[in-house]
């Protein structure tokens, strides 16, 4: 099977096609599993689904990827994966700031944040940037690129970019234009981020739906093979290296148990493709491009 089809677990359960995935941290970041009480340390590369949360505090960043969606949160930040399914990404910015830069749209995809003044739907490719404030001191929406709306108790309304609204109230929700304020370090930091996604060579050989594709570029080389077409190599790898040896398993409902590598790229080649072992050296096939990859919790065969 190519680009992550996986088995299906037993029961009726058919897990989603997608997942985000942690693609950055940076300072303390806190995970919280969908129906724990306790929290851990966030980990680099891990899956997260429906119901996790991942807390910032001060100095604090993360990323997560899902697709060709990249949400990224800035110090102080509570953020649920409120819904992650095939076709709908939905977060809940519960404090602090969160910035969603979105590559690819597809028609049957929809994007929301929810926050306590309302929801932002969005609905075009763009950047956005929504900052909730403490004690209930309202949320800012930023539009710097795109179409969205903002919807709730008293208000439906599209707003298009350049645009900066502050939204009051949880019912009914007063929405009022603001001054645009400059960029500031968050921004910046994204922005960077953004340039390093938005046009990977290795887009040639994956889609762009695929978490990770950015990596594949700055870790390995592609090459032809006359068999199994356009493989990839890792770089940099210690002596005797080997997929799946360097990591950990973790149980993840729905899939159960997902693999989390250690290595910073260590995300598309293990949960999409397959590995192989060709003239001494382990190559990661990719298969053909498709509009949306199956993620699968991890594609052992050796």
């Known amino acids: 099977p190519w680009q992550g089809t996986p088995t299906a677990p037993a029961g009726d359960t058919v897990p ?31 899956s997260v689904t429906n119901g996790d949360r991942l807390l910032t505090t001060a100095g604090g960043r993360a990323e997560l990827e899902v697709g060709s969606l990249a949400a990224r949160l800035a110090e102080g930040t509570d953020v649920t994966v409120a819904t992650l399914d095939d076709h709908f990404t939905q977060f809940g910015l519960s404090q602090g700031a969160l910035r969603v830069s979105v590559l690819q ?4 995809d929809s994007v929301e944040v929810d926050t306590p003044n309302g929801a932002i739907t969005i609905l075009t490719a763009g950047k956005y940037r929504v900052d909730v404030l403490p004690n209930d001191g309202g949320t800012f929406v930023r539009i710097d690129e795109g179409n969205a709306e903002i ?27 603001v001054a645009r304020s400059g960029p500031d370090g968050f921004d910046q930091f994204s922005a960077d981020r ?44 210690q002596a005797g290296w080997v997929p799946y040896r360097f990591g950990h398993w973790v149980w993840v409902e729905p899939w159960g148990w997902i693999w ?13 493709g397959r590995w192989i072992h060709a003239r001494s050296s382990w190559v990661w096939i990719p298969g053909p491009i498709v509009p949306r990859p199956y993620y699968a919790p991890a594609l052992v065969a050796f």
């Open 105 to 108: 749209l597809l028609p049957a």
């Open 16 to 46: 989603p096609s997608r997942v985000a995935r942690i693609s950055y941290l940076s300072g303390d970041v806190s995970f919280q599993a969908s129906g724990a009480s306790d929290w851990s340390q966030a980990t680099l590369n891990y």
């Open 260 to 272: 989390v590598d250690d290595e910073p790229w260590g995300f598309a080649p293990f949960h999409y």
């Open 151 to 177: 919807s709730g108790p008293g208000i439906s309304q599209q707003l298009r970019a350049p645009s900066t609204v502050k939204l009051m109230g949880p019912d009914p929700i007063q929405l009022v234009n």
């Open 194 to 237: 953004d340039r390093r996604i938005a046009s990977p060579a290795s887009l040639q050989y994956v889609s762009r739906d695929m978490p990770g594709v950015a990596d594949l570029d700055e870790s390995g080389r592609w090459q032809a093979d006359a068999v199994y077409g356009p493989v990839w190599y890792p770089v940099g790898v």
